[in-house]
Structure formats: structure tokens, C-alpha cells
């Protein structure tokens, strides 16, 4: 059974560009969670999502940033006109219904650059 | 808000050294505890756990044990291998609603010499 998978692994963007991460959870898991982690800092909640609902987008930044996890296909975070500010590492973990105490699973994570 | 505070890392041991890495946390309920592991190159994994007052998490010779009076949920391992090199991740989550969000520390890389 493979593991949450994220690409790509590591992402240069200049100021301005669009960065799309991808990840797809672990099989037969519905509910997806994205974190960041900035330099010398924790993980931080963003978003958590099931199959075409976001559940809840709290820690999300209220501009540039979206998330969607469609029917078919992996979970999408997009950053849009990115800034250095937003260098870090960004994972996404999987779970069955979290509501069952189940843990989450952590893909290996994306590196963004922005220079 | 919720909080996670570890200890400062690096940390450098030989190897079947004792170790400990600190963490304490502050809540707003009555949270779960939970200890990842990250080796290099790989996503985090959930080393071990705890529930309640009291409970110890155990695996692969790793223990924590969850303390409410000093709120703290130090981890432990009495000999350790060159394998156990990774980043370590306090964490907790808050049951009253939203226990899948997970707060973190910002994690301590532990360095295992032969």
C-alpha cells in the first residue's frame, strides 16, 4: 500500500508565479490535510478536505491561497503570485474519517522556493 | 491558542546513550499527545501516542509518558541507534471539535554517532 505521495518534491518559483503542489492520500483515504512549515518554525494547520468539500480552511491565508480536492484526482494547493514569504515546506497528510480517531499519514513534503 | 514548545536542537549523542527531548504544551482542553518521527527524505510518522493523565506512549524502545501537572510529554529511549538519526515532533491535538488539527513544535534533529 503506498504512502501519501506529494510532488514535486522541491519547486523553484519567482516572485509572481503560480505554485501548484499535488498530493495524493494513502488508498482508501478521503480526508486530506495540508501544513506549513516555515523556516525554523512547526508545522501549521492550513486546510483539511474531503472529496470535493473544504471541512475547514482556518489556517489558510485569506489571499492567494486555494485548495481543492476533486472526485477523481490528487488534492491541489495553489499559490498564486507568490512572494518570498511564502518559501517553506508544505505537507499533506491523509486519514480515514478522522471522527474515529484514526492517525494521520505524512507525505514526504514540497519544498517551494520562491527567489 | 493551543502550543507545542520542544527542546532546541541539534542533538548529538554516541550511540546506546540515554536520551530525552523535552516537550510541554499549552491547551485550552483535554488534548491528545502524540510524538513523529521524520527520517531524512521521508514524510512524518507517528512514533507514539497518548491519550489521558497518566498514559504512557511506547514504541520501538521510545516512551513518553502524558503528564497534566507539568503538562509535558518528554520523550525518552534508553539506548539509542544510529538509525533513531531523524527529527523528532511533539505534537498535540485538541479533542473539543476539531482533533484533526494537529499543533506541532518545530521539531529537534537528533544526530546518532556510531
Known amino acids: 500500500n503506498a504512502g501519501v505521495m506529494q510532488n514535486p518534491r522541491h519547486l523553484v518559483r519567482r516572485r509572481g508565479q503560480e505554485a501548484r503542489l499535488r498530493c495524493s492520500p494513502m488508498?482508501?483515504?478521503?480526508?486530506v490535510y495540508w501544513y506549513r512549515q516555515l523556516p525554523e518554525e512547526g508545522l501549521k494547520f492550513m486546510v483539511y478536505l474531503q472529496k470535493e468539500n473544504i471541512i475547514d480552511e482556518s489556517g489558510m491565508p485569506k489571499e492567494r491561497f486555494s485548495a481543492e480536492f476533486p472526485k477523481e484526482g490528487p488534492s491541489i494547493l495553489r499559490i498564486q503570485q507568490v512572494v518570498r514569504g511564502d518559501s517553506a515546506a508544505y505537507f499533506c497528510?491523509?486519514?480515514?474519517?478522522?471522527?474515529?480517531?484514526?492517525?494521520?499519514?505524512f507525505g514526504p513534503g514540497t519544498r517551494l522556493t520562491v527567489t | 491558542g493551543d502550543s507545542v514548545t520542544q527542546m532546541e536542537g541539534p542533538v548529538t549523542l554516541s550511540e546506546e546513550a540515554f536520551l530525552t527531548i523535552n516537550c510541554t504544551y499549552t491547551a485550552t482542553g483535554y488534548p491528545s499527545l502524540f510524538w513523529y518521527v521524520q527520517y531524512p527524505g521521508e514524510g512524518l510518522q507517528l512514533l507514539l501516542k497518548?491519550?489521558?493523565?497518566?498514559d504512557k506512549g511506547s514504541n520501538k524502545g521510545f516512551e513518553a509518558t502524558y503528564r497534566k501537572e507539568t503538562t509535558s510529554f518528554h520523550l525518552e529511549k534508553g539506548s539509542v541507534q544510529v538509525s533513531d538519526s531523524a527529527v523528532y515532533f511533539c505534537?498535540?491535538?485538541?479533542?473539543?471539535?476539531?482533533?484533526?488539527?494537529?499543533?506541532f513544535g518545530k521539531g529537534t534533529l537528533l544526530t546518532v554517532n556510531p
Open positions: 488508498k482508501g483515504h478521503s480526508h
Open positions: 505534537a498535540l491535538s485538541d479533542p473539543g471539535g476539531s482533533n484533526y488539527k494537529l499543533t
Open positions: 497518548a491519550t489521558k493523565a497518566d
Open positions: 497528510a491523509s486519514s480515514p474519517d478522522p471522527r474515529d480517531g484514526y492517525e494521520q499519514y
